[in-house]
């Protein structure tokens, strides 16, 4: 079993706390080109220049799946998030002034997906000191995930269901409105497409990349 590390936004963290989420694509950095291009009718080619893959041709797409970058079923990934933290209160900072090590905890840190969504985060009393999630170390990640199954599809072949997967509802879930930045109601597919295109930009999915789909367990702590 190997750990990597997945970034994850507050949005997709809270969809993760309340077990709505169980499956996240993320675009594969070297696109597959299609039959024929590598010269060989009927084999997947992987961009060799991209990911120095050495020309490695692959004669489907469930063998395709043994190169995620991501891991093998069985694997763990720990989410990173934006946080702060160590936070000592005023009658531990002797202890951690002797031994820093033992606040390296997720106990003694805030993350930010924890704060509430429905206050305008300027209004907040203390907005100082959040990090990065991409920075976040090891020993301040909260959530593990164990991988369940890996596989590659286009963007635009995402299924009604694994909309739902990914953390989306029906058109009338509160988690819609919370991914499209706004309170009309739209189906679940639709709510997706445009977190999408929030995330990777307006015309990501237009060119319907090749993705990695990545089904998981949360692991309780």
């Known amino acids: 079993m190997k750990e990597r590390p997945i970034l994850f936004s507050d949005q997709r963290v809270r ?62 990934l720990w989410v990173r998030e934006t946080w702060r933290g160590p936070i000592i209160d005023a009658n531990e900072v002797s202890d951690y002034e002797r031994s820093p090590t033992r606040f390296k905890n997720p106990r003694y840190c805030q993350y930010r997906a924890d704060t509430s ?35 590659v599809e286009k963007i635009q072949d995402i299924s009604e269901d694994d909309v739902m997967a990914e953390g989306v509802q029906t058109d009338s879930h509160f988690l819609n409105n919370f991914f499209t930045m706004h309170n009309e109601p739209v189906s679940a597919k639709d709510a997706y497409r445009k977190q999408w295109a929030l995330q990777y930009g307006g015309t990501s999915w237009e060119v319907n990349p090749w993705v990695w789909v990545i089904d998981f367990t949360r692991i309780d702590a």
């Open 15 to 76: 969809a993760l706390l309340s077990g709505q989420q169980t499956q996240t694509r993320r675009i594969m950095k070297s696109q597959l080109m299609g039959p024929g291009q590598d010269n060989h009718e009927g084999c997947y080619g992987i961009d060799v220049i991209n990911n120095h893959l050495q020309g490695n041709r692959v004669m489907g797409m469930e063998n395709l799946s043994y190169h995620c970058p991501y891991g093998q079923p069985g694997d763990r």
């Open 117 to 151: 969504h429905f206050v305008d985060r300027a209004d907040q009393e203390d907005q100082s000191g959040w990090q990065a999630g991409i920075h976040m170390p090891r020993w301040a990640s909260r959530i593990d995930l164990e991988i369940a199954r890996i596989r």
